[in-house]
């Protein structure tokens, strides 16, 4: 399993965590496991990315924008490490937590080499060797990955409902404002890569038949680009709706 999915239960594990002395505690992991899910669902987007280019120079600007991801997710690695047991955490829970993102490292390699096997079914598809159905599948890959971010942001600020009152309230609203950001800066690389996918469009209209495959590519990745924007919104409205319900409790 990888560490990005193992992220997936990180909100189940500090759930089961109870008492208001560990309420900071179990907040500061959680933004820490945020922060280490939004730049990996960024790194994510960059490799959709990757799917629409074939030229080296390209494929290079798609690896550097995962690169420029990944320091936001070593920062969240720092914030795990430097939190103590004896803050309100339970010692197995945290031990947990750690071994789940150490494997970051990895996660980039692994990255880097889904942008690699993108280019090189989309090379394959231009030449008859592949079908689309294989390319719709990497392509849906981010999808996927990203949407479970989402779902788990929205379980998080949930789970602080269970906790001390007035805690919660205070840290529920650093949690959504911190939540709108991560919102917003997932939404403008989710425009740029639509942006891009319509020019991806333009181009392979110009040359005819030979662009059919990356229009088809673009295409997907345009669907996909829109999707994430209703996902956005969608989590957005569910924000707004938990954070109103903390501070009016």
Excluded at 5 to 34: F, H, K, M, P, Y
Excluded at 40 to 52: D, F, H, I, K
Excluded at 184 to 192: K, P
Excluded at 207 to 229: D, N, P, W
Aim: aromatic share 4%.
């Amino acid at each position: 399993m990888t560490a990005m999915n193992r992220l997936g239960d990180v909100t189940d594990v500090l759930g089961q965590q109870s008492g208001a002395t560990g309420i900071a505690a179990r907040v500061e992991l959680l933004r820490a496991v945020d922060m280490i899910r939004s730049h990996c669902a960024r790194a994510t987007l960059y490799c959709a990315a990757g799917m629409l280019f074939d030229d080296p120079e390209d494929h290079k600007k798609c690896i550097e924008g995962i690169q420029r991801a990944m320091p936001g997710a070593h920062s969240g690695v720092r914030l795990l490490a430097g939190t103590q047991p004896e803050r309100g955490i339970d010692p197995e829970a945290l031990s947990w937590l750690r071994h789940t993102v150490s494997d970051l490292p990895e996660s980039v390699d692994a990255m880097r080499r889904f942008v690699a096997e993108v280019t090189d079914v989309a090379r394959q598809f231009e030449q008859g060797t592949c079908d689309a159905g294989h390319l719709r599948e990497l392509t849906r890959f981010a999808a996927t990955e990203f949407n479970a971010h989402f779902a788990k942001l929205v379980n998080r600020l949930s789970a602080e409902l269970h906790g001390d009152r007035v805690a919660r309230r205070a840290t529920a609203t650093q949690t959504g404002a911190d939540a709108r950001t991560a919102l917003h800066e997932i939404s403008e690389i989710s425009q740029n890569v639509g942006l891009i996918a319509i020019n991806a469009s333009i181009e392979a209209a110009h040359v005819g038949e030979q662009g059919r495959g990356f229009a088809i590519i673009a295409t997907e990745i345009r669907e996909l680009s829109e999707k994430i924007e209703q996902a956005n919104a969608r989590v957005q409205t569910q924000v707004d709706a938990l954070i109103r319900q903390v501070i009016d409790d």
